[in-house]
């Protein structure tokens, strides 16, 4: 890390705390969370099923708000849709009436600007859909469909890349394929990536650092840092360090949950805000 970095991070999340108001009162999803993330940087988020990775995600982009603490981009308040930051969902979303380049030009259309056709084509070229442009989404397999909507996010030229759960659907030969290329991608741009994923491998081959966050309210429970150079091989999955480390993040998540209705009760800011586990 250089000092520029250290002081300037790319993406800021101070004391992100979001109440939703629900029918049934309000809940209280999380909870102070803080995190820099680099320029350049890979950060990934784990935790449980329900802790918040998602909402913290959305408050990253700029698409939700928070009802306490502040996101910063290069240290200006992200307050709305950035056209610096990019999104992948577990679904591709493609539409389905719209070949392959229809949907990749579909946000530039919206927005009303002309797309970097050099650029989009020498993304499909690298995720190996060069000459599906004509293709639509049912004619594309799951991880094809995948690859699109990761060119359709890199298609604007983001500096930020946030992705949720990106190959949760994937079968894991496919995921496998997927973190290679993302990979690759980084190599080529640098670009920032916050990667939210169940897989803790996933996690650990792709990023510099990984936020475990504890069950909601979900709160920062520990950051690990991984500390290979890369590209990184599947050899080095295989190492025992990989193991140590995986095995670690394991027992917090679990750890975590088996003490989260005490740490709950402990931590409320509010009687009137449910914590307790849906
Ligand atoms: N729009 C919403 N309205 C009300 N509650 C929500 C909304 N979105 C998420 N939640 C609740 O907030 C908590 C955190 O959800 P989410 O961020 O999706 O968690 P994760 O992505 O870690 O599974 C869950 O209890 C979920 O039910
Ligand atoms: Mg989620």
Redesign the pocket.
Known sequence: MTVEQAIHPKLSVRGATKV?N?RSGD?L?IDRCSVDVLDGEIVSIV??????????LWSMSGLHGLSAGEVLLDGKPVTGPNPDISMVFQNANLLPWRNLDANINFPFEIKGIKPDRIWIDELLNRVGLEGFGNRFPGELSGGMQQRAALVRALSFKPSVLLMDEPFGALDSFTREEMNRLVEEIWLDTKTTIVL?THSIEEAIFLSDRVVV?SP?P?RVANIHTVPFARPRSMEIMATKEVFDLTNAIKQEIVGNQQSRYPADRAAAPSQSVQTAA?
């Not at 935790?47 to 913290?56: A, D, I, V």
């Open positions: 939703y629900t809940l999803a935790g449980p099923s329900g802790c918040g990775k998602t909402t913290l939210i966050m909601r979900g849906q």
